[in-house]
């Protein structure tokens, strides 16, 4: 069974394996602000070359770690490994990230003093961006 909310947001099919579409009606563009940094990686660095083209998406914080996810791991002598990036992964237009990372729209570099400080500068940077983008738009 469907919630009544559910049901007002998506447009569903007779079937139960239908695909499920959202009704033009109810989409709201809102500006959206995504975290990233050196942490960032694999499933959510293919999340953000699908974001990249989303005009109401920013990206703030480092560049991300630039990996597909997808490592061969290399046994060394004296018990070292290393990993070795298996997949060649693109933006749509052929943009390379592997081995780069992603650069965010809006670089907040972590510094020593901003870590030890225990503030969040990116999250910061977000918000005040977001309240600037409000007040000056009509979104």
Not at 34 to 57: K, P, W
Not at 71 to 85: N, Y
Not at 91 to 110: A, C, K, S, T
Request: net charge negative; charged share 25%; hydrophobic share 35%.
């Amino acid at each position: 069974m469907v919630s009544s909310r559910l049901a007002s947001w998506f447009q569903f099919g007779e079937e139960s394996g239908d695909l499920v579409e959202l009704k033009s009606e109810s989409n709201h563009i809102v500006p959206t602000y995504v975290l990233i940094g050196r942490n960032t990686a694999s499933a959510a660095e293919d999340f953000l070359v699908y974001a990249d083209s989303l005009e109401h998406f920013t990206t703030v914080g480092e560049p991300t770690y630039g990996s597909t996810g997808q490592p061969m791991i290399v046994d060394l002598p004296g018990g070292g490994t290393f990993r070795v990036c298996t997949k060649r992964d693109t933006y749509p237009d052929g943009r390379e990230f592997v081995g780069y990372g992603i650069q965010p729209d809006i670089l907040v570099e972590r510094t020593l003093d901003i870590v030890r400080s225990g503030e969040d500068k990116v999250l910061d940077r977000a918000f005040a961006d977001l309240e600037s983008s409000i007040t000056s738009s009509a979104f």
